[in-house]
């Protein structure tokens, strides 16, 4: 990092604002292609008792990796904290002589958009063989394991012995660290869980200063801080146990960090699948010219102004005028680009030529200006901008991307969204900083624009540093039943609208709400509503309800059972803002409502009580249909969905207004006719909260990325040009990746586990197999997802 930007940083209060505690200014960049780091002992410390703590950003799901070792040789000679592809993997060798000694485990890191904290801590001296190995990711330990033979009482490891070299990101038998490092540190004699190195704040883990934790290191104990860019494995413990890098410059020192996340380009984006990634996924080998070719990036936006830079490195043809600069929709198919050959812009599919753009020699830079904000979006050659813009009709959520346009030509280029002014070491570094000081780029940013990265994201209203969480307006809720009544607890906040569904059992679902006196409510896909059923739910409780026990629905004795909790508004009041009478209970800051109101038979509105449009919208009455619809993903009034059926979409003209303050209904016997009692449950998207959108499908196990901005905590998803049902998958169900257990809106199907498989990311989702509910080939789908944190603080998953 440039002093300039150190001092700028300091002076805008810190890259990690006032959320958080400690913040980690430097990672070191490792590419797993001969770099590394070792260290040969000149004392043997504690070969039975240690810990190792650090934080990583992974750049790919599929690579081997070696995080830490000592020793050499075939096999598993050696003790290896290693990243096996998707899993961590611990290996040690009994020293002097076999066994060999594993733990495997089956949680799958398949996060590349956000950070990692593991922490891995041996201690044979453990009566109880379990306690012996443990590892702990984002400070949850993991027990799932795929192989475990763990080491024997009081052995000694090769891990703190003078008679083997030490290793960081280099394992013989495996490629070395794919990814970034940042704020490794090992205990010489310690066995230490991770809050001693981190600590969790209102959801989110977060890094403490190793400086204030009065560690022993012991004898070979060490900080590695990455902060000396000429030395970067320099000790900054004090115990001056440096480590030599091969393979490593200054250049490799970048300013992504677990406290300021940066924008990389998205190797989980199918579109770029015919691309090489390297360098961090900072650097992109454009393949030819193709459908699979446009690598999208783990950030995007809808409001802001934002700059980034692009390097063209080299070319299998005698220039780079054919790359492609621009930005996408990461959910769909409308993109905006232009290249250096005549300058040719192009948005859908239409061209149209700038005059006097062009570049395409080896070394050009090309500067990406977009302001999201007005819609424009405009590029500079060289720090050289052109006059005026190069699209004036940007709209919607937007990713930077590359491409290539000319099928005879391979590129590699690299990007840097303001973590690596010195493009890897291919160009002199530059020293121009954003308007916040949190990004460094070769040329003069635009006034007012930034870097993306997480301290210049927009602060969210609902999220670990605001007045509330995520948490405290939607979560999920795990019990067994009792077969008598029982307080489910651990909600965090008196729910107003709860959908339970039995796990191991087949059984209808049960869905009240706040404006229905208990304890009526309906149980779907069955379509009618019950006041008969009095020992379903009896009570919604300050952290939670209580369920009864002689329901099926809700409490069998020895059954499983999954609770969704929404926080609306409480008690209903009157809401007069449309042509009748509305009784509202709305959450305006989370963007959840629930209304009841009279069917007139006629043309009317009802008030919904949000203070922004609808985006998605369930309408219910007794003995009907529930009809769902997704106004944002249609972009129409007049597509709609039966939620307790496998149908496709329908159309009419039943829904005639939405807008900030009404809903508008034409008659209909399901959501519009005189007599006749209706419940409307309305949801508006909140940033960093919710998302409500669609996506196509593609039919591979390579299944699309789906951005929401969040790290999910309940997902549904509902194909709408074919049959198929109301899939719902959660973080609670599945604690880690692959996240395969599912329920059915739309059936009294007990829980799948391993059909339907979907990963919960840091930013959004994707799609992992070729099913007919959420990825089949030519697929359209819409979605419905909440967060458990904005993608802005969350960790990696």
């Not at 729910?495 to 059992?505: E, K, V």
Request: charge should be negative; charged fraction near 15%; hydrophobic fraction near 30%.
């Amino acid at each position: 990092m440039s002093q300039l930007s150190k001092a700028l940083i300091a002076a805008a209060g810190n890259a990690g604002g006032d959320f958080y505690p400690y913040t980690i200014e430097n990672s070191c960049r490792m590419t797993g292609t001969g770099d590394y780091f070792s260290r040969s002992l000149s004392t043997s410390g504690n070969q039975k008792t240690w810990t190792l703590s650090f934080w990583v950003k992974k750049v790919a799901t599929n690579l081997y990796g070696a995080f830490f070792g000592a020793g050499a040789g075939s096999g598993y000679n050696g003790t290896n904290v290693l990243n096996y592809g998707e899993r961590i993997f611990y290996a040690t060798y009994d020293n002097p002589s076999p066994p060999y000694y594993y733990v495997g485990f089956n949680e799958l890191l398949r996060d590349t958009s956000a950070w990692y904290h593991i922490v891995v801590q041996l201690n044979t001296t453990h009566a109880t063989t379990t306690e012996r190995q443990k590892v702990w990711i984002n400070g949850v330990r993991l027990s799932d394991y795929w192989y475990s033979n763990y080491i024997a009482q009081n052995t000694n490891g090769y891990v703190n012995s003078a008679s083997y070299t030490h290793y960081i990101g280099y394992n013989p038998n495996y490629s070395g660290l794919h990814g970034y490092l940042a704020d490794m540190i090992f205990l010489d004699g310690q066995a230490l869980d991770p809050t001693s190195f981190a600590e969790d704040i209102n959801g989110v883990w977060v890094p403490k200063d190793p400086a204030q934790q009065g560690f022993t290191f012991g004898t070979n104990g060490f900080w590695l801080d990455f902060s000396n860019s000429s030395a970067l494995g320099t000790d900054a413990s004090g115990n001056g146990n440096n480590w030599t890098s091969t393979g490593l410059t200054s250049s490799d020192q970048v300013i992504d960090t677990p406290t300021n996340n940066f924008c990389t380009v998205n190797p989980l984006d199918p579109e770029g699948a015919s691309n090489t990634l390297s360098e961090g996924n900072l650097g992109v080998y454009i393949n030819s010219q193709n459908t699979s070719e446009e690598s999208g990036a783990t950030f995007a936006f809808e409001s802001g102004k934002w700059y980034w830079e692009t390097y063209l490195l080299s070319t299998n043809s005698s220039n780079l005028s054919n790359v492609y600069v621009g930005v996408k929709d990461p959910n769909g198919s409308n993109y905006w680009m232009v290249r250096g050959n005549g300058g040719e812009a192009e948005h859908n599919g239409t061209q149209t030529n700038i005059s006097g753009l062009s570049w395409g020699s080896v070394g050009d830079i090309v500067g990406v200006a977009v302001d999201a904000d007005a819609g424009t979006w405009t590029v500079s050659v060289n720090g050289t901008w052109i006059s005026g813009d190069v699209h004036t009709s940007l709209s919607g959520l937007l990713t930077p991307f590359n491409d290539n346009g000319n099928s005879a030509n391979q590129h590699n280029i690299r990007v840097n969204f303001g973590q690596d002014s010195t493009f890897a070491g291919n160009t002199t570094a530059g020293s121009n900083t954003d308007a916040n000081g949190n990004g460094e780029f070769k040329y003069a940013v635009p006034t007012d624009y930034l870097a993306l990265c997480a301290a210049n994201l927009t602060e969210p209203a609902i999220g670990p540093n605001s007045d509330t969480t995520s948490d405290e307006n939607f979560n999920t809720v795990l019990y067994t039943g009792t077969g008598s009544s029982q307080s489910i607890t651990g909600v965090g906040f008196q729910p107003d609208f709860l959908l339970i569904s039995r796990r191991s059992a087949n059984e209808y679902r049960w869905m009240v709400d706040v404006l229905r006196t208990l304890p009526t409510g309906f149980n779907p896909p069955a379509t009618t509503e019950r006041s008969d059923i009095t020992d379903a739910v009896t009570s919604f409780d300050s952290d939670g309800f209580t369920a009864g026990g002689g329901s099926g629905y809700t409490g069998t004795s020895g059954n499983t059972y999954v609770a969704w909790n929404w926080k609306a508004g409480g008690s209903g009041v009157s809401n007069t803002d449309g042509s009748i009478t509305s009784t509202v209970s709305a959450n305006q800051d989370a963007g959840i409502s629930i209304v009841r109101y009279a069917g007139t038979g006629a043309s009317m509105t009802f008030g919904h009580g949000l203070g922004q449009p609808v985006d998605f919208m369930i309408i219910h009455r007794a003995s009907d249909n529930f009809i769902a619809y997704p106004f944002s993903a249609t972009g129409n009034l007049t597509n709609f969905l039966q939620m307790e059926n496998l149908n496709p979409y329908a159309s009419d003209s039943v829904c005639h207004t939405n807008n900030s303050t009404v809903i508008g209904l034409n008659a209909s016997g399901a959501r519009n006719t005189s007599g006749y009692n209706y419940m409307a449950y309305c949801f508006a998207e909140v940033e960093g909260f919710s998302s409500f959108g669609k996506y196509n499908g593609n039919g591979s196990t390579n299944g699309p990325f789906v951005y929401t901005g969040f790290r999910p905590a309940w997902v549904m998803i509902k194909k709408t040009n074919g049959y198929n049902d109301w899939g719902i998958w959660d973080a609670k169900r599945s604690p880690y990746n692959v996240v395969g257990r599912t329920l059915f809106f739309d059936s009294t199907n007990s829980e799948y586990s391993g059909n339907y498989l979907i990963d919960f990311l840091s930013n959004g989702f994707k799609l992992k197999n070729d099913v007919g509910i959420s990825n089949d080939s030519g697929g359209q789908y819409i979605y419905v997802a909440f967060a458990e944190a904005p993608f802005k603080y969350s960790n990696a998953r």
